[in-house]
C-alpha cells in the first residue's frame, strides 16, 4: 500500500465534548493510558497497606492493628491476624501487586499513552477495542476486591493459585468458597482485557506508524511495549482457559485439576482422576512470560529515558537492546518449569528447564553491561527521572545476581520456599518495574498534565525509596539462607526465633519506605495542579512525544503528519544546535547508521 | 532544568556522530517504509487468530496431560449430526467466498451506479444462516450427549467435549457477529469498491473453519 494514503484518519469524529465521552468512556488513548495509570495507582497503595499488615504481623505476632477487624472481624478478630487471614492478605497483595500494578502501569499506561506518539499515529489502531480494554480490567479489579467483602473473606491459596487447594471449594480453608471463585473470575476477565489490549498495541505498532518510522527508527520503550504485546497475547490466551477450567473444577463438579481419593477437612472430595500439576504447568506457562510483561517495559522505558540524560546513544546502539528484548521474549516461553523444581516433576525436566534460565540471564546481562557502558564517561544530568534509571539498574542486578542461584535446582531446593526467592522477585520485577514506573512517572509528567513536578521533593522521594527498598529486601537474602521459611504467618521455631529481630528491623523499614511514598502522592498531586508549565520538550529528548504541545492535543500533533528522519537518540551531535537532533528534524546526521 | 549544567559535544565525541548543516534534505526518501503493510483490521484478525490458536493448543496440551493422569478416560459415543454441522460450516465458507467475488466483479464496474450488490447479499445470508445452523446443530449434539445421560463433569472425556464446544461455538457467534457488522458497513459503503471489513471477516471466518476440523480430528481421535 502508498503510505502516503496509509496514514490512517482514526479520529474520524471531533473531539468529544461530554464529561462522560471525554474522561469515562473516552475512545482517545490518552486517556485510557492515564485510567490504567490511575488504577495502578490505587492499586498499589492498596497493595502496599496489606503488605504493611503482614509486615506488622511478622514483626509483633500479637498486635492489634487499629481498623483490620473493622475490614474483617474474622480474619483479625480485635485486629490481630489469624494466620488464614495472613494467607489471604498475601494472596491479595501478589494478585493485585502483580497484575493490576505491574502489569498495569508499564505496560498498559504508558504504553496506551506513549505508543501511539512515539509511532506517529493519532490513537491505537482499535480505540473501541482499547476503551474494552480498559473497562474490562477495572471489572476485573472490582470482581477481585470484592473478594474482601463476602462472607469468609478472600481466598488463600496465594497468586498462583495451585490446584488442588484452589480447585476444590470451600473444605480447604476459610476464602476458599466464593473469595477463590471470585479470584478465578477476576483473572480470566483480566485475561479479556489483557488480550484486547495486546491485539491493539501490535496493530498499531505494524501498521500505524508514520512516514519514515521504519521498526529500527522506534524508540525504545515502543519495541518494549510491542515485544510486551506479543508475550502477552499468547501468555493471557493460555491464562484464560486455565482458569475457565479452574472455575468449571469449582462449580461444575469437573476434575481437570482434582485428583481422586483426595481428603480434605475430613472429607473425601467427589473429584477424580485430576492433574495438579497440569494446572502449575498451564498457570506458569503464562507466570513466567508474566514476570517478562512486568519488567520489559520497565526495560524499555529505561533505555528510553537513560540516553536523554546521559546526553549520549546507548553502548552499541539501540539494536542490541532491541536484539536482547526479543530474545528475552522468546526465551520467557521455555523456562517456566524452573518454578516448578520442587513439584515431584521429572528430575531430568528440572535440568531441561534449568539450562534456558541460564541463558535468558545472557541477553538480560548485556542489557545490563550495554546501560553500564552508556553511563561510564558520560556527563549525567541527575534529574529525578535520572536517579530513578540508575535505581532500576542497581536493583535490577541486584535481583538479577541472585536469579543465577535460584536457576540451579539443587540450590533452588534448599532455597525456594524460604525469603530468598521473595527477595529474589521483589528486587528484580517489583521494585525494578516500579523504580522504572517512577523514572516514567518523573519523565513523562510533563508531557501528561503539562507541569513539572517538582525535583527537589523527587529527589528526596527518590533517596528515600532507594535505600528503603535495599533495607527492606536485603536482609530477606539472610533470612533465606538462614532456612526462614516464607508464607508464615508467625516464627516460633527454635531455629526462626532468633531471627525475629530482622524482621522487626523489615518491618519498620517497610512501614517508612511506604510513608515516603507519600511524598511522591504529594508531589504528583501538587505539581499536577500548580506545578511550573512544562514546555513542549523540557528534557531536550528527540523522540515523537516531545514534538508535540504538553500535553498533546487530541489528535496528538493538531493535524500535522509528522516525517522520521532519524533514529531516537541522537543525543551528543557535535555540531548541531543543541547537542541532539529530533527525530522529525531534517537535518543531515553525517554517519548515522 | 536550567539548573543542570553540561559540556555539549563532549559525549558526541563517544557517539561518533557527527552533524553537517546539509538541512532540508529529506531523507525519508532513503529510508523506505519497511514492506507492505496491511489494514490495521486485517493485522488485528492475524494477530486475533495466533491468540485463539495459543488458547485452543493450551486447551489440547491440558487433554493429553489429564487423559494420562487419571484412570478414568471414557470415550463418548459422539453424535451424529457433528459431522453434518462440519459439512454446514465448511458450506459456509464456500457461500461466503462466491458473495466475495460477486462483491469484487460489483466493485469493479467502473460506474457506481451500475453495481449490483444484491445477488452477493444472498450468500451472505446464506453464510449466516449456515453459520446460525451450525450453532443450533453443536446444541443439539450437546442435547444428544445429555440424553445419554453425559454432562459437563461426567467425565474428562466429556469435560473436554463440551468446554472445546462451547469455546469453539462463542468465537463462531462473534464471527457471526462480524459479519453482520461488516453487511452493515458494506451497505452503507455500497460505492467505495474496498470492503475491508469484510475481508477481516472472511478470514475469521475460515480460520473458524479450520479450527473446528481440528477440534473435531482431536474429539474423533481422542474422544
Known sequence: MDHGSAQPAVHHMTPPTTFIRKYVFSLDHKVIGLQYYGLALVAVFTGMVLSWFMRIHLGWATAAIPLLDKLSPNGAPGGVITPEYYLSLLTMHGTIMVFFVLTNAPFAGFGNYFLPIQVGAEDMAFPKFNMMSFWVTFVAFLVLIAAFFVADGPPISGWTAYAPLSAVGGDSGPGEALGQTLWGL?????????????????????????????????????????????????????????????????????????????????????????????????????????????????????????????????????????????????????????????????????????????????????????????????????????????????????????????????????????????????????????????????FWAPKMWGRMMNETLGKIHFWLTFIGVYAIFMPMHYLGLAGNVRRYSAFVDDYLVPLIPVHKFITVAALLTGAAQLIFLYNLIHSRFKGPKASDNPWDATSLEWDTTSPPPFDNFGGRHLTVYHGAYEYGVAGSKGDYVMQTSPEKIVGES | MASTTYKPGAAGAISGAKLTVEAGRARAAASPIAGVRLEPSQTGIWVAICAISMCFAALTSALVVREGSGMDWQRLVLPRILYFNTAALIASSFTLEISRKRIAAAAANADPRMRSYAPAMNWLLATLALGLLFVAGQIVAWRNLAAQGIFLATNPASSFFYVFTAMHGLHVLGGLAGLLYAMRRLTRTMRTPKPVALGAAAVYWHFMDVLWVYLLFIIAVRM
Open chain 1, 186 to 442: 477476576s483473572i480470566a476477565i483480566f485475561c479479556v482485557g489483557q488480550l484486547l489490549g495486546s491485539l491493539n498495541f501490535i496493530a498499531t505498532t505494524l501498521d500505524l506508524r508514520t512516514k519514515g518510522m521504519t521498526l529500527a527508527k522506534m524508540p525504545l520503550s515502543t519495541w518494549a511495549w510491542f515485544v510486551t504485546a506479543c508475550i502477552g497475547l499468547l501468555a493471557f490466551a493460555v491464562l484464560l482457559p486455565a482458569c475457565i477450567l479452574l472455575v468449571l473444577d469449582r462449580i461444575a463438579g469437573t476434575s481437570f485439576f482434582i485428583p481422586g481419593g483426595l481428603v480434605i477437612s475430613d472429607k473425601l472430595q467427589p473429584h477424580n482422576g485430576g492433574s495438579p500439576l497440569l494446572w502449575q504447568h498451564l498457570f506458569w506457562f503464562f507466570g513466567h512470560p508474566e514476570v517478562y510483561i512486568a519488567i520489559l517495559p520497565a526495560i524499555g522505558i529505561v533505555s528510553h529515558i537513560l540516553p536523554t540524560f546521559t546526553r549520549k546513544p546507548l553502548l552499541g546502539g539501540q539494536r542490541v537492546v532491541i536484539g536482547c528484548m526479543v530474545a528475552i521474549g522468546f526465551l520467557s516461553y521455555v523456562v517456566w518449569g524452573h518454578h516448578m523444581f520442587l513439584s515431584g516433576m521429572n528430575p531430568f525436566s528440572a535440568l531441561l528447564f534449568s539450562v534456558p534460565t541460564l541463558i535468558i540471564t545472557i541477553p538480560a546481562t548485556i542489557a545490563t553491561l550495554i546501560w553500564l557502558g552508556s553511563i561510564y564517561g558520560a556527563n549525567i544530568r541527575f534529574t529525578t527521572p535520572a536517579l530513578f534509571c540508575l535505581g532500576f539498574i542497581s536493583v535490577f542486578i541486584s535481583g538479577g545476581i541472585s536469579g543465577f542461584f535460584l536457576a540451579q535446582p539443587s540450590i533452588d531446593t534448599y532455597l525456594h520456599a524460604t525469603y530468598f526467592v521473595v527477595a529474589h522477585f521483589h528486587f528484580v520485577m517489583g521494585v525494578a518495574a516500579i523504580f522504572a514506573i517512577f523514572a516514567g512517572t518523573y
